[in-house]
């Protein structure tokens, strides 16, 4: 979300980061738009995939208006302070991206669609920031569950990466990392622009078309 504080451009260490604390925030228990158990149980047969695209107010918009998708949350993953608070996330000194969790049925919507609505909304060239939001929990990331999503990650990005340098863009600096430990953020984030029609949203893609899912090769 915009500010005008200057945020740190770099990660910190496991020594720098805050020490958290052992209890997990607050959160909502059920999805404001659809009314799905946040923290499950999931339908049998679903799969789970998590991203960190930017501000995640408007990127868990961009996913659960997907058919497909069961449930979205909003979160922290990525860094080193256990269950840590939005305020703390915005400091720049726990780590963590701002990600989104989804649980999807495979059957309706497949991951690689998933990674194209991915690339797509966002610019996945900007470091550590996504237009006017600055910051390390603002980097691109794609964190897999399985080493099926792996292989998924990594052609995506580097047919996208051979798209956007076709349009003279720069290279893609999306991280793609093992899913680490996610925490839901506090319960005003889940769903914000459902609750919030006219809040912020600052995510912004490149308009450069991600041919990932489609059948045809980028």
């Known amino acids: 979300m915009f500010t005008l504080k200057r945020k740190p451009m770099s990660m910190p260490s496991a020594e720098q980061a805050l020490p958290g604390r052992p209890q997990a925030m607050p959160t909502a228990k059920t999805h404001f738009v659809n009314g799905a ?25 961009k996913f659960w208006e997907t058919p497909g998708v069961i449930v979205t949350a909003v979160g922290y993953a990525g860094g080193f302070t256990p269950n840590p608070t939005y305020e703390e996330v915005c400091s720049g000194r726990t780590g963590h991206n701002e990600a989104v969790f989804l649980v999807y049925d495979p059957k309706q919507v497949s991951y690689a669609a998933l990674l194209k609505l991915f690339f797509e909304s966002h610019n996945p060239t900007q470091g550590m920031q996504q237009g006017n939001d600055v910051g ?13 999503q792996r292989k998924a990650a990594e052609g995506a990005k580097a047919a996208y990466a051979k798209a956007l340098a076709a349009q003279g863009l720069g290279a893609i600096t999306t991280e793609i990392l093992p899913a680490p430990e996610f925490y839901f953020a506090e319960d005003y984030h889940q769903q914000y ?10 995510l912004g893609g490149t308009g450069v078309t991600c041919q990932i899912g489609t059948g045809v090769e980028a």
């Open 37 to 61: 158990a946040l923290k499950g149980p999931y339908p049998q047969g679903a799969e789970t995939a998590l991203f960190g695209l930017g501000c995640f107010w408007g990127a868990e918009r």
């Open 136 to 148: 390390t929990q603002y980097r691109s990331g794609i964190y897999y569950y399985s080493e099926a």
């Open 193 to 202: 622009l459902a609750k919030n029609p006219r809040g912020y949203c600052g």
